[in-house]
């Protein structure tokens, strides 16, 4: 077996990568590895929910119920998850009367301090039901590792699993920055927006370096996904003020004389930071590199003006 050290880095990526179903997901896909048939993953039914599981492991009477952390503010974050607890420990007793085990499965690297103080009263509640109440985080994940087959580990933990997850949770990585911009964003003049091909000339023409140029081409492949984002953002003001915000803090920066590779890290140290995990980052620079396509950020080369370069 490969070094348990590779597996964890692998581990920590995986489980701080994704967030809401595909963490989900992936906590079900592990578990189904670690015990086999003995673990079953639940699906929600309509609007009937999950009755509080995401997953039961029958021979121990343990229910499982997931939070996979998105990029929203931390305050909301915590008053949330913290209503959550109560909640699913409330149903979960209900559609199980004979559970034994009750375990909030999360990806956070702490539980913030209401979210805490909620599974402290569910634990002290289950104690006086005779259920054991506690939290599943990454230690919980780390400590199957020595459980778990090469085959698994490479199924679970592999570049082709990790680049699926960093796909299927980017969507939701991306719609929490979009809240954070519309929380951030003035009322400011239209912009309009529209996703194309940028060509060399405008990279040439407003002097992007070849780093960020090689990071836009890859930040391309995301684009579409990004402007279905913003289009679909529950709040119709998105279209709108998400371009707004960015135009002005280009406007902004510019003014200030930086450079052009300065002005773009910038726009991506609001999203990110560089120690947030990959998905973020590269969440970050396809937002960025959707506005620089959509002639939001950087200006077009005017009429009749000619790259240097094909």
């Given amino acids: ?19 809401g179903n595909a963490f989900q997901d992936f906590f079900a896909r592990f578990m189904a590895c670690v015990h086999g048939d003995a673990f079953v993953p639940i699906e929600s039914y ?25 990029s929203g503010p931390a305050k909301d974050r915590d008053l949330y998850v913290a209503k959550k607890i109560e909640a699913d420990f409330a149903t979960a007793r209900k559609t199980v009367p004979d559970m034994k085990s009750w375990r ?21 509640a289950g104690r006086r039901k005779g259920i054991a109440v506690s939290h599943f985080g990454f230690e919980s994940f780390r400590a199957h590792l020595k459980d778990l087959s090469e ?4 199924y679970l933990l592999g570049i082709r699993a990790l680049e699926e997850m960093e796909r299927a949770s980017l969507p939701d990585v ?3 920055m979009i809240f954070e911009v519309m929380e951030r964003a003035g009322r ?22 070849n780093d960020w140029q090689v990071a836009f081409l890859q930040a391309s492949f995301h ?23 960015f135009r002005s803090q280009y406007v902004d920066l510019r003014t200030q004389g930086l450079d052009p590779g300065t002005i773009l890290q910038r726009l991506i140290d609001m999203l990110a ?24 950020i950087f200006e077009e080369p005017p009429a009749g003006w000619v790259p240097s370069r094909p």
């Fill in 1 to 19: 077996m490969a070094d348990l050290g590779h597996w964890t880095v692998a581990l920590r990526n995986a489980v701080f990568l994704a967030s």
């Fill in 46 to 70: 309509g609007n009937r929910g999950d009755g509080g599981l995401d997953g039961y492991h029958g021979p121990n009477g343990t229910v499982y119920q997931c939070y996979g952390a998105s």
């Fill in 104 to 124: 909030f499965v999360h990806n956070l690297n702490a539980l913030p301090t209401k979210s805490a103080l909620a599974l402290q009263a569910a634990t002290d």
């Fill in 151 to 154: 085959q698994d580990l490479e």
């Fill in 174 to 176: 991306v719609n929490g």
């Fill in 188 to 209: 400011l003049s239209p912009a309009a927006m529209t996703v194309g091909t940028v060509s060399f000339g405008k990279m040439e023409f407003n002097g992007i370096p």
């Fill in 223 to 245: 684009s579409e996904t990004v402007a279905e984002c913003i289009e679909g953002f529950g709040d119709p003001r998105a279209s709108v003020e998400v371009p707004n915000f």
């Fill in 273 to 296: 930071r560089p120690t947030d995990p990959a998905v973020r980052l590269n969440a970050a620079r396809s937002l960025v590199g959707t506005m620089f396509e959509g002639c939001v």
